[in-house]
């Protein structure tokens, strides 16, 4: 039986989030230059997205640029930002194939006007698709989205419009960046690094964790459907015993 077939339809992830890493050094590997990576990572968001449209994974966010990675060589970024926007040129017809609605996440007036114009383009003609939502974490960070939170929530109540007494998690879950989006359920890390950078540091709460060797620019459909099953095969207790879930 094939990975896919194995799949336990009743015991999907609803939400999947991916922290796509390995691509410069997929391309070092090879020899060539850091945007080849790049560019062959395009390739597996592709491959990846409409993986999840077929077997009906409901949300899928991508960590495609952090905010500490405005760090990085001005010219990396540049190629990254174009390649973003060729990308959202390019895709927008496969996106309207699947039903899938394009959404981002993080500081987007941070990204350069010819990127936040091809994303909210993209954004608003796929507003009404809802096979998959697609988030792509672009400009984002954890910590900077809880400061932007409690910025917001502090301002309610300097102005009466809430009493401290009832923040609770639907109230700062309604004003971070993924308020549409439900709690992560799988969350991945391609490349062999186990950490989290900066990534849904709220929303990953009760997440399973899935690490893989595998580099971003590797990364298959097959991948993806093993860490599915890894995923299905674990016992999520939230805090509770075994029997109770029994
Ligand atoms: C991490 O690899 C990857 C990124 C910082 C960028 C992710 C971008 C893409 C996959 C391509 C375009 C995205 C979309 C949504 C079309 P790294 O450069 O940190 O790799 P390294 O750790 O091996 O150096």
Redesign the pocket.
């Known amino acids: 039986m094939s990975l896919k077939d194995q799949i336990e339809t009743s015991k999907l992830p609803k939400h999947i989030a991916i922290i ?7 391309a ?1 590997k090879r020899g060539l230059l ?1 945007n080849l ?3 062959s ?2 390739k ?2 592709k491959q990846i997205v409409e993986a999840c449209a077929e077997i009906n994974v409901k949300y899928l966010t ?5 905010t500490e ?1 405005w760090n ?1 060589p001005k010219i990396e970024i540049e190629l ?1 930002m174009k ?2 926007i060729s ?2 040129r390019k ?1 927008l017809k496969t996106l309207q194939k699947n039903n899938i609605k394009l959404n981002a996440i993080g500081n987007i007036d941070l990204l350069p006007k010819s990127v936040r114009k091809e994303l909210v383009d993209v954004i608003e003609k796929t507003k009404n698709n809802n096979r998959l939502t697609l988030s ?1 974490a672009l400009s984002y960070g954890s910590r900077e989205e809880i400061i932007k939170t409690i910025k917001e929530i502090s301002l309610k109540v300097k102005n009466n419009l809430i009493s401290p007494e009832n923040i609770d998690n639907s109230v700062i879950n309604n004003h971070l960046y993924t308020r549409n989006l439900p709690d992560v359920d799988l969350l991945i890390r391609t ?1 062999g ?1 186990q950490r989290i950078s900066n990534f849904l540091l709220w929303q990953i709460a009760y997440a399973e964790l899935y690490f893989t060797e595998v ?2 620019p590797d990364f298959t459909k097959e991948n993806l459907f093993e860490a599915i099953l890894n995923y299905q095969n674990r016992e999520r207790r939230f805090g509770k015993t075994s029997e109770q879930l029994s």
């Open positions: 796509m890493d390995g691509n410069g050094r997929w070092k850091r990576g790049h560019k990572g395009a597996s968001v991508l960590y495609a640029f952090s990675n990085r990254l390649l973003l990308s959202l895709e792509l490349s690094e580099l971003w």
